[in-house]
């Protein structure tokens, strides 16, 4: 079998490229750097690599590099990449990936406090079916221990009605809440 075509196997991936591959489920292999994801990625100027960047790292077998990036903490999951990815690789399913790896690892974030963040964001989820903005950043503000360095930003969404101080709930907040424990793995 050629270099090329052993490329795109799951046994031709280095041990790190694989296990991101299996865990996400998506096929990192696939990318060849056509760089579409970077282009409609809305974060990309803010991080040390867009996506495609952090996707060829993982075919590189980089793996301290990327679960130290600032990259993987500041993707939105707006699924822009994966829309725009000619081989449907669905990046923000790698990025989740590349966080709960890194959260279980206890690997240094690029952006400090990004796992508080992150939990925050995911227990506000589990616990409610959605995001109420409100309660997630109190959360995470306690949590952080950084509670007045953008209290004039919130101050003015809060005026502007973007964080509710009520929110809507879903109908079936149990069925989120089963995803959260199948996710888990208990």
Not at 54 to 81: A, D, M, Y
Not at 108 to 114: E, S, V
Request: glycine share 8%; charged share 25%; hydrophobic share 35%.
């Amino acid at each position: 079998m050629s270099a090329a075509a052993e490329c795109t196997t799951l046994s031709g991936l280095n041990g790190f490229a694989r296990e991101v591959g299996e865990k996400s489920g998506q096929s990192i292999q696939l990318c060849y750097q056509c760089q579409k994801c970077a282009a409609g990625c809305p974060m990309g100027e803010f991080t040390d690599y867009y996506p495609n960047q952090i996707l060829r790292l993982i075919q590189f077998g980089r793996k301290e590099e990327v679960l130290k990036s600032k990259g993987i903490w500041l993707c939105f999951s707006c699924e822009t990449c994966g829309a725009r990815c000619p081989n449907d690789i669905n990046i923000a399913e790698v990025m989740d990936t590349l966080r709960e790896m890194a959260l279980a690892e206890k690997v240094p974030p690029g952006i400090k406090n990004a796992p508080i963040f992150h939990q925050a964001f995911l227990n506000s989820v589990k616990n409610r079916g959605r995001v109420h903005e409100t309660l997630m950043m109190m959360n995470y503000k306690l949590k952080s221990g950084d509670l007045f360095s953008d209290l004039d930003v919130g101050l003015k969404m809060f005026q502007k009605g973007k964080l509710p101080i009520l929110s809507r709930s879903i109908k079936n907040k149990g069925e989120v809440k089963k995803i959260f424990h199948r996710a888990s793995g208990k």
